[in-house]
């Protein structure tokens, strides 16, 4: 007797999100300037991506944007499969908190605490139990090789050192998107590929990361760069896009 069997179909997973998505996106400011032009963007889930291009082309613009510190004009965005535009500030507030770690050129470490407390400082709006903040936080400061200088405070240590630190508390929560701005544009080029060199090892462990930056060598090493002029996208290397 011959019987066969039947293997049901694999349930269908939808892919995840993607963890940015952009649609003709503008930005105007008050007197008329249009600091972003119809922005298309689609960052997939651990992408490592430069937005690159001179000063004034857009690129603060962008990342407040993409930060949910500000809202588009027009133009939709979305975090994690979340629309923005459908959110009260209170609650986009929350979806930053959860899905967002920054890191800016100043570094903004709070002075007069150690890198311990600075960290889990990243969790305080997580609900997370004191002790277990504290937990997290020295776990992110070993993975950035600062795991002896926990109760360092910000001026006992070197540029390159708070940095890490930011980088720490920008990734203590596992956020959906790291965002970086400009984060070497304050440190010597020694500690500024270092700093890089971190954010690539972040990278290979599964953290999408987005770096701001008019530094072209930085970005050259980057696997994606958007290339924005005057609020525009003049190229993007994932899509094949190039320059008009
Ligand atoms: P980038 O970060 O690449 O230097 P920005 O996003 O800061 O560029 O600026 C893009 C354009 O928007 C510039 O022409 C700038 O002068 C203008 N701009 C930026 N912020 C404001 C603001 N708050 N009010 C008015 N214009 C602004």
Do not use: C, W
Not at 22 to 47: C, F, M, N, S, W
Not at 149 to 166: D, F, I, T, Y
């Amino acid at each position: 007797m011959i019987t066969t069997t039947t293997t049901p179909p694999p349930a269908a997973t939808p892919p995840p999100p993607a963890v940015v998505r952009l649609r003709e996106v503008t930005k105007e400011y008050a007197g008329g300037v249009r600091a972003l032009d119809g922005i298309d963007l689609h960052v997939g889930r651990g992408q490592l991506l430069g937005i690159v291009g001179p000063s004034g082309s857009g690129k603060s613009t962008l990342l407040h944007v993409v930060g949910t510190l500000d809202r588009p004009t027009t133009g939709t965005v979305e975090i994690a499969g979340h629309d923005v535009a459908a959110l009260a500030d209170r609650e986009v507030s929350a979806l930053r908190a959860r899905h967002i770690g920054f890191v800016f050129q100043a570094f903004h470490l709070v002075p007069g605490i150690g890198a311990l407390e600075n960290v889990a400082e990243g969790l305080l709006y997580s609900g997370l139990p004191r002790a277990l903040r504290r937990r997290m936080a020295a776990d992110a400061l070993t993975r950035v090789g600062l795991a002896d200088r926990m109760k360092h405070r910000p001026h006992e240590l070197s540029g390159g050192q708070k940095q890490r630190v930011a980088i720490a508390r920008a990734v203590v929560g596992d956020p959906d998107l790291l965002l970086a701005d400009e984060p070497t544009g304050a440190l010597d080029s020694k500690s500024g590929q270092a700093v890089m060199d971190l954010l690539h090892e972040l990278n290979a462990q599964g953290t999408t990361i987005a770096v701001i930056t008019h530094d072209t060598q930085i970005a050259e090493r980057l696997p994606r760069q958007v290339r924005i002029r005057d609020g525009r996208i003049a190229a993007d290397t994932a899509t094949g896009k190039a320059a008009a």
